[in-house]
Nanobody, 123 residues
Framework: QVQLVESGGRLVQAGASLRLSCAAS????????MGWFRQAPGKEREFVAA????????YYADSVKGRFTISRDNAQSTVYLQMNSLKPEDTAVYYC????????????????WGQGTHVTVSS
C-alpha cells in the first residue's frame, strides 16, 4: 500500500511559478514510476508529467512542455512538479500518481492516487 500526499497548491497570478510536492509512504519509493495528472472544472483528468524509477527519464504533456518540470528525490520519497509561466488554463486539481509500471501510469490507470491539491491561476 502506498499513500501519496500532495501539497503546494494555491491561488497565483498568471505568469507566476509554483512548486507542488508529493510525499509517498512507499517502502521502496524507487520501485514506482511517479506522475502528475490534473483535472480542470468540467473536464476529464489528464496526464501532465511522469518520471521513471531510477534513470529519471521524464515525459510531459504537450500543453506543459517547456514550462513544467517533474523531478523526484528517492532518498526523501518525494516527487515535485515545478510549474513556471502559469496560465489560467492550468487551473485544476493536481493529482500525484504512482505505479510500478510506466504504461498504466501514463495511460491514466495507476494503482495509487493522491487526494489532490488545488491550483488556481488568475488572469
Amino acid at each position: 500500500q502506498v499513500q501519496l500526499v500532495e501539497s503546494g497548491g494555491r491561488l497565483v497570478q498568471a505568469g507566476a511559478s509554483l512548486r507542488l510536492s508529493c510525499a509517498a509512504s512507499a517502502r521502496t519509493f524507487s520501485d514506482y514510476v511517479m506522475g502528475w495528472f490534473r483535472q480542470a472544472p468540467g473536464k476529464e483528468r489528464e496526464f501532465v508529467a511522469a518520471v521513471t524509477r531510477t534513470d529519471l527519464s521524464t515525459y510531459y504533456a504537450d500543453s506543459v512542455k517547456g514550462r513544467f518540470t517533474i523531478s523526484r528525490d528517492n532518498a526523501q520519497s518525494t516527487v515535485y512538479l515545478q510549474m513556471n509561466s502559469l496560465k489560467p488554463e492550468d487551473t485544476a486539481v493536481y493529482y500525484c500518481a504512482a505505479d510500478p509500471v510506466f504504461g498504466p501510469l501514463v495511460r491514466g490507470t495507476p494503482i495509487y492516487w493522491g487526494q489532490g491539491t488545488h491550483v488556481t491561476v488568475s488572469s
